[in-house]
């Protein structure tokens, strides 16, 4: 007697959602299975990786990834296009650092000048994201979305304290939205409701669940996703079918296993490595878990996790 596969089905299917132009353009998520299991359904797109840009040098970033970027990141534009030109970036995640109230404070209509010209030396899809300041974000996207019109960008990220203004500009100005909640499945699907309920095409939503790095809740974030991906799977709940978002590299690059010298943590083993190690591993968990865009920063974290998806699709 031969040996049969056990397949499972489900009724339900990940939304697809598309950003950028033209040949560039990428779509994430569209499949009506679990993660990488092709053998039980269809998994039309592939996770995406995008290289994260920030507005302005990033200070608070550890020396092993800070000095990759040490000769581009003064300047936004030039930094975009080393990703895109040198690391073969697929796509770019724009952060506007420096209009947090307590960085830089720039306006908005800086916020907007940078991204006009990223866009201009560009050609591969951008996300936009603002400072996490739910105030300031309210202003500064506004600008972002008018800024990035026609350029089908993937705006966010918008919260509940903030969303009915980032959700109407992106409306205005056809681009795609980050709702981001806190570690919470209600909460996701809550926030999702109420962006919907405000004539936002669903299609058009990527929800971002909040990230933890490995030792750092990473457990708890995993099963926060995998409940969204089962709950739009198998429950065929359409608030939570949109497809979802890991920052990775915000969360991991910050930790003590990533910032400790080799000096006060020998046995350890080496800064840069570990740091590399810790990314990817957050990473690929997160795509196990039913993510299907992630933001990272360290260009070898990437290239190890483009690799895993390689194998694993």
Sequence with gaps: ?????????FNGKVLA??????????????ENCLPFLSFEGSIPNRPVIAYEVQDCAPDDWPDTVRNIYKDVSGDPVAWAKYCQDELKAGAIALRLVSTHPDRDDRSAEDAAGTIRDVLAAINVPLI??????IEKDALVLVAAAEAGGGYNCVIGKAQEGNYKTIVAAALAHNHKLIAMSELDINLAKQLNILITQMGFDKEKLITDPMCSALGYGLEYTYSVMERI?????AQNDATMQ???LGD???YVWKIKETVASDTDM????????????????TATSLILAGANLLIMR?????????KTIDELV
């Design 248 to 250: 990775v590299g915000m």
């Design 1 to 9: 007697m031969s040996f049969v596969v056990p397949k499972e089905s």
């Design 242 to 244: 949109p497809p979802i």
């Design 298 to 306: 360290h260009p070898r974290a990437i290239q190890t996790v483009n």
């Design 229 to 233: 991906r089962l709950a739009g799977l």
């Design 17 to 30: 959602v598309d950003f950028g132009k033209d040949e560039k353009a990428l779509a994430v998520g569209g």
């Design 266 to 281: 020998p046995e350890w083993g080496a800064l840069e490595e570990r740091g590399i190690t810790w990314e990817a591993v």
């Design 128 to 133: 936009i994201l603002g400072s996490n300041h």
